[in-house]
C-alpha cells in the first residue's frame, strides 16, 4: 500500500532531523534550542545544510496540509482575466498572485490558470476575515508605515 502524503513529510522530517543530529554530535555541537548560548555554525555543514533545507520545507507543507483547507471552489481564471477585473497590469496581477501561490493562498493547476485553495476561498467566502484584512490593509497598514 503507498504511503500518504503525511506520512511521507513525517518520515523525510525524521530521517533529516536524525541526520542532522548526528552531524552535531560528531562535532560536539548541541541540538539547537532557543537558549542565549547557541554557538554559530550549527548548520554551516553542506550536508546539514541540505537536511536542514528539506525539513524546513516538509514541515512547512505538513504543516498546511494539517490545517485542514476548505475544499477549493471549482471555478478558475487566467491572470488576464483577473488583471482585466482588478484593474493591475497583468505582469503585476502575475507577480502578485505567483506570490501567493507560493504561500498556497491559491492555486496554479497549470500554467497561468489560476484557482481558489482552501485558504483563498475562507478569505473570499468569510465576512469576518474580509473585514479584518480590510482594517488591517487599510487602517493599520499605513499607520505602521509611518512609525
Do not use: C
Given at each position: 500500500?503507498?504511503?500518504?502524503?503525511?506520512?511521507?513529510l513525517?518520515?523525510?522530517?525524521?530521517?533529516?532531523?536524525a541526520?542532522?543530529?548526528?552531524s552535531?554530535a560528531?562535532?560536539?555541537?548541541?541540538?539547537p534550542?532557543?537558549?542565549?548560548?547557541?554557538p554559530?555554525?550549527?548548520?554551516?555543514?553542506?550536508?546539514?545544510t541540505?537536511?536542514?533545507?528539506?525539513v524546513?520545507?516538509?514541515?512547512?507543507?505538513?504543516?498546511?496540509?494539517?490545517?485542514?483547507?476548505?475544499?477549493?471552489?471549482?471555478?478558475?481564471?487566467?491572470?488576464?482575466e483577473?488583471?482585466?477585473g482588478?484593474?493591475?497590469?497583468?505582469?503585476?496581477?502575475?507577480?502578485?498572485?505567483?506570490?501567493?501561490?507560493?504561500?498556497?493562498?491559491?492555486?496554479?493547476?497549470e500554467?497561468?490558470?489560476?484557482?481558489h485553495?482552501?485558504?483563498?476561498?475562507?478569505?473570499?467566502?468569510?465576512?469576518?476575515?474580509?473585514?479584518?484584512?480590510?482594517?488591517?490593509?487599510?487602517?493599520?497598514?499605513p499607520?505602521?508605515?509611518?512609525?
Open positions: 500500500m503507498a504511503s500518504s502524503r503525511i506520512a511521507e513525517s518520515s523525510l522530517i525524521a530521517t533529516h532531523t541526520k542532522i543530529d548526528a552535531l560528531s562535532r560536539n555541537l548541541p541540538s534550542s532557543f537558549g542565549p548560548k547557541q554559530p555554525g550549527l548548520f554551516a555543514d553542506e550536508e546539514v541540505h537536511s536542514r533545507q528539506a524546513l520545507e516538509a514541515t512547512d507543507e505538513l504543516h498546511a496540509l494539517m490545517q485542514g483547507p476548505i475544499p477549493p471552489s471549482t471555478g478558475y481564471a487566467t491572470f488576464e483577473i488583471s482585466q482588478s484593474g493591475l497590469s497583468e505582469a503585476m496581477t502575475r507577480r502578485l498572485l505567483r506570490h501567493a501561490i507560493s504561500h498556497r493562498i491559491f492555486h496554479e493547476p500554467k497561468g490558470i489560476v484557482t485553495s482552501g485558504a483563498s476561498k475562507y478569505l473570499a467566502e468569510n465576512p469576518n476575515m474580509r473585514q479584518w484584512i480590510a482594517m488591517v490593509s487599510e487602517e493599520m497598514w499607520a505602521a508605515t509611518k512609525a
